[in-house]
C-alpha cells in the first residue's frame, strides 16, 4: 500500500488519483467527513480529481453515511480493512490518502479503538483549539492523566478520549488499548505502507488556502450549508462537522458578517494547517518515514518522482 498525506489545500486528491492510475490502483479516503453525502463543497470532495486520462479511478470511503450520524475512527477503521481486502483482493493497489493524523495512524500504527472512546462530533469539536484549550479540557476530566499527556498535541488528543469514555462508559474503558497499538483481544492487522508527503513552504500554503476559499464561498458553499439546514439537520449539529460547517453557520445565523466569515474562517483553516503538519513531524520523530515531495512542482513531476522512488526502492 501507498499512503499520500500533506495539509489542506496540497493536492493530495489528485496525486493520489494519479498515483492509483499508474499503479492499477484505488484510493481509499482518510476524511472524517467526506464519508457524509451532501456535504461536499465544504469538505472538499474533488470528485474531478478522479477522473485521469479520461478514465474514473476508483475511491472508497466517500459519500458513504447520511448527514446527522456519529460516524467516528472505530467504524472508520472496519471500513478501510474492508476496502483495503477488497482491493487487495482483486490483486490492485491501495492508495491511501488524508490529512487527519488521528486518521492515518489510526490505520497505519493500528490502533485498538472503540465506539465509546471515538465520536466524530467530539473529534470535530477538538480540531478547533488550541493546544492550550485542549490541557484545559483535560483538566476539567475527573480522570487521572499522566504528565507526558501534555507533550504533545496527539498525546492530549488521545488522553481527552480517554478520559471523556472513563466518566461516560467507566466498563469499556482501556486507556492502554487507545494509548497504544492493537492489543490481543482484537488486534488490528499490521498495514504496511510507502508514505510520500506533499509539503509546500508555509506562505504558500495560507496562499493556496485563501485562493481555495473564495473559490469555494464563490461556487456554493454556503448554498450548500443552507440545503443541509433545510434538511433537518441543526445548526449545532452541523457546527461540529468541522471549521467550514462552523463559520457558515454563524454568518447564515447573523453573528458574522460575509467579511469576517472570510476572514476568520480563512484564519482558522491556516492554524489547523499549522497542526496538521506539527503531527505529521511528530510522525516522523517516532519513526515513521515520511518521503516528502516539494508541492510547488508539477502534478506530472511530483508523480514521477514519486514512481522513481519507488523503482529505486523496488517497492511493490
Known sequence: MFTILGPTATGKT????????????????????????????GTGKDYDDYLVNGIQVPYHL????????????????????????????????PILCGGS??????????????????????LSS??????????????SFKTPHNITDFEDRPRLVKAILVARSAEQSPSQINQESVQNPSTPDQPFPKINSTIFGISYPRGLVK???????????EHGMIEEVEKLLSTGITPERLMKYGLEYKFVVLHLSGKISRNDLLRELNIAIRQFAKR?????????RQGMKIQWIDGRLPLETKLENILRKIRDQKIG
Not at 447520511?66 to 460516524?71: L, T
Not at 480540531?127 to 483538566?139: G, R, W
Open 14 to 41: 489528485a496525486l493520489a488519483a494519479h498515483l492509483a492510475y499508474e499503479l492499477n490502483g484505488e484510493v481509499i479516503s482518510a476524511d472524517s467527513r467526506q464519508v457524509y453525502r451532501g456535504m461536499d463543497i
Open 62 to 93: 466517500i459519500d458513504i453515511v447520511d448527514p446527522g450520524y456519529e460516524y467516528n475512527i472505530f467504524e472508520f477503521q472496519k471500513d478501510f480493512l474492508k476496502a483495503y481486502e477488497d482491493i487487495t483482493g482483486r490483486k490492485k493497489t
Open 101 to 122: 493524523g488521528m486518521y492515518l495512524e489510526a490505520v497505519l500504527k493500528g490502533y485498538r479503538l472503540t465506539k465509546a472512546e471515538n465520536d466524530m462530533d467530539f
Open 126 to 139: 477538538l480540531e478547533d483549539n488550541s493546544d492550550d484549550q485542549l490541557v484545559k479540557i483535560l483538566k
Open 207 to 217: 496562499a493556496r488556502i485563501t485562493k481555495r476559499l473564495e473559490y469555494r464561498l
Open 276 to 284: 496538521q503538519m506539527t503531527w505529521f513531524r511528530r510522525m516522523e
